[in-house]
């Protein structure tokens, strides 16, 4: 059964860091594109980065352009999120998502599955 | 960016009744566009991708039609499963999502 499991959500203060992972098992991981997608009442759903299967590719929403990094560690099945100088509008729930390659064909290029999501918190 | 405009925004149906769901872009995204589903407290589950594939396991009462702009999900005749919020998602220029269309028993 493919699973991806977040982790490293929490409450954070206006200017601070935090670190998210996802571990994946159930398939091979170096395969996929993984993904960060997020989710707030207010906005909805936004796409916030991407990497390739080697993790030489990366791009990122531009709300979160500069401040977050994603990366990825094939050997561990793991993909992570650093998020620094995080504001209260990147308060959301974030979930790890296998896919999201833009070039990608077939249902691999889409966002396939998505984890159960962790909750990210900001707020003094 | 290229934005997806979902309506209804709310469905009120009955079990064993049709539903359409509607996905306008603001720009052609030619077929590059998916459909998930949503429950509460859970993640999404990809229903259809490239406007009319059904992804692993989806029943074939859903299915998607549409080119372009105009999208449409259909699912033929709804189970209890069935009510929860979908989503419609385009990858034409990068990624974005509509705001959803909750189907809700009535």
């Known amino acids: 059964e493919v699973q991806l499991v977040e982790s490293g959500g929490g409450l954070v203060q206006p200017g601070g860091s935090l670190r998210l992972s996802c571990a994946a098992s159930?398939?091979?991981?170096?395969?996929?594109?993984m993904s960060w997608v997020r989710q707030t009442p207010g906005k909805g759903l936004e796409w916030v980065a991407n990497?390739?299967?080697?993790?030489?590719?990366?791009y990122y929403a531009d709300s979160v352009k500069g401040r977050f990094i994603i990366s990825r560690d094939n050997a561990k099945n793991s993909v992570y999120l650093q998020m620094t100088s995080l504001r209260v509008e990147d308060a959301a729930v974030y979930y790890c998502?296998?896919?999201?390659?833009?070039?990608?064909?077939?249902?691999?290029?889409?966002?396939?599955?998505w984890g159960q999501g962790t909750l990210v918190t900001v707020s003094s | 960016e290229i934005v997806l405009t979902q309506s209804p925004a709310t469905l009120s149906l009955s079990p064993g009744e049709r539903a359409t769901l509607s996905c306008r872009a603001s720009?052609?995204?030619?077929?590059?566009l998916a459909w998930y589903q949503q429950k509460p407290g859970q993640g999404l589950r990809l229903l259809m991708y490239?406007?009319?594939n059904r992804a692993t396991g989806i029943p074939a009462r859903f299915s998607g039609s549409g080119s372009g702009t105009d999208f449409t999900l259909t699912i033929t005749s709804l189970e209890p499963e069935d009510f929860a919020i979908y989503y419609c998602?385009?990858?034409?220029?990068?990624?974005?999502f509509g705001g959803g269309t909750k189907v809700e028993i009535k």
């Open positions: 998502v296998r896919g999201g390659g833009l070039a990608v064909s077939g249902t691999k290029g889409w966002f396939d599955p």
């Open positions: 490239d406007v009319s």
């Open positions: 998602q385009q990858r034409s220029g990068w990624f974005t």
């Open positions: 720009q052609s995204i030619a077929g590059y």
């Open positions: 990497t390739n299967e080697a993790g030489g590719e990366r």
């Open positions: 159930g398939f091979t991981f170096n395969d996929f594109w």
